[in-house]
């Protein structure tokens, strides 16, 4: 499940990523995901968004932040 996770969202030719046409939303991607006849999934259709954040502080302290199951934002 992960290695689907990853392989949607890497930079291959098959996954075109394109800007959201909506003002304020300059840094906003999204990519569509068809998934029929993917084997344990259920058919249907995934919207994948993305968007870059600048986080002013070491990039040791940000993987310690979300390394740390402490920190975890429920759903």
């Known amino acids: 499940m992960m290695r689907k996770f990853w392989a ?8 075109i990523w394109r800007p959201v046409p909506l003002k304020g939303a300059e840094n906003v991607l999204a990519m569509i995901i ?5 084997e344990g999934q259920p058919p249907g ?3 994948v968004i993305a968007t870059t954040v600048w ?3 070491s990039p040791r302290r940000v993987f310690d932040f979300l ?3 402490g920190t975890e934002i429920g759903m």
Do not use: G, K, W
């Open 8 to 15: 949607n969202l890497s930079d291959l030719a098959e996954n």
């Open 34 to 38: 068809n998934a029929e006849d993917e």
């Open 45 to 47: 259709t995934s919207i």
């Open 55 to 57: 986080v002013l502080t």
């Open 67 to 69: 390394n740390n199951e």
